[in-house]
């Protein structure tokens, strides 16, 4: 399988992302569509990836001076464990990183998918908490 990450600059890609998220965090995880589209996107990047040349991930990056804050990863059912979310996420730091201005990434972690971002070196901060009625935890990853 080939996988091609990069960021999403066409509102067609734009409303692909739109269609992941909303399948991925609505249909299958039953968040309400008024948290999902939370008004943020317009502020944020927005990265995708393709698998064999169908968008199958996506993500956005929020960002909070010189940290990068990483936000609504999300990889389509039949992708999964195939390490296209890995590959989304190793393209994004490496990324940001380019400038040189990035010094911290930041996200909040679904507990289930904590043992996912450690393996890409983020450690958790604090405990857990309740975001969307489902458990997450604050992780970081400094430069």
Known sequence: MQVRCFPVVTPEDMKLCFLIR???FVG???VPAELEIDGQDEAARHFAAKADGEMVATCRVRFLGSAAKIERVA???DYRN???GRVLMRYIMNELRKNGQIH???LSSQSHAVPFYEKLGFKTRGGEYMDA???HYDM???K
């Open 75 to 77: 990889v389509l059912k």
């Open 140 to 142: 970081v990853l400094e």
């Open 104 to 106: 911290l990434f930041k």
């Open 133 to 135: 009625g489902i458990p």
């Open 22 to 24: 909303t399948e991925v």
């Open 28 to 30: 299958e995880q039953q």
């Open 82 to 84: 195939k390490g296209i």
